[in-house]
């Protein structure tokens, strides 16, 4: 049974960091493409980065491209969210996902982010 686990959400101040991690245990980690959504209260739940396999292509939402990265660590089975220059409409439960086919994917339970100050 695939599990992941994320952790690292929190509370933080507008313009700080924060990195986010999910690692995948039951299965190969190589084998997922994997991806940050996120949802916002009364909002429905939207893709915020994803990474393919070997980590070579990346996506950004364009409400966070500049200021997200994301990276894996195959060796590891995690991946990483790196938030900088947070902001309010970033809050958001964060949610990670793990993708083989159309009908081998899997979700983390979210781990949650508020922007304050």
């Known amino acids: 049974q695939v599990h992941l686990a994320e952790s690292g959400g929190g509370l933080a101040q507008p313009g700080t960091s924060l990195r986010l991690s999910c690692v995948l245990s039951?299965?190969?980690?190589?084998?997922?493409?994997m991806s940050w959504y996120r949802q916002a209260p009364g909002k429905e739940r939207e893709l915020v980065a994803a990474?393919?396999?070997?980590?070579?292509?990346?996506y950004f939402a364009d409400a966070v491209k500049g200021r997200f990265t994301m990276a894996r660590d195959n060796a590891n089975n995690a991946v990483y969210l790196q938030m900088n220059s947070l902001k309010p409409d970033d809050t958001a439960v964060y949610f990670c996902?793990?993708?083989?086919?159309?009908?081998?994917?899997?979700w983390g339970q979210g781990t949650q982010v508020i922007v304050s100050s």
């Open positions: 996902n793990a993708y083989s086919n159309p009908t081998t994917f899997y």
């Open positions: 039951g299965d190969t980690f190589d084998y997922y493409a």
């Open positions: 990474m393919t396999t070997t980590g070579v292509s990346t």
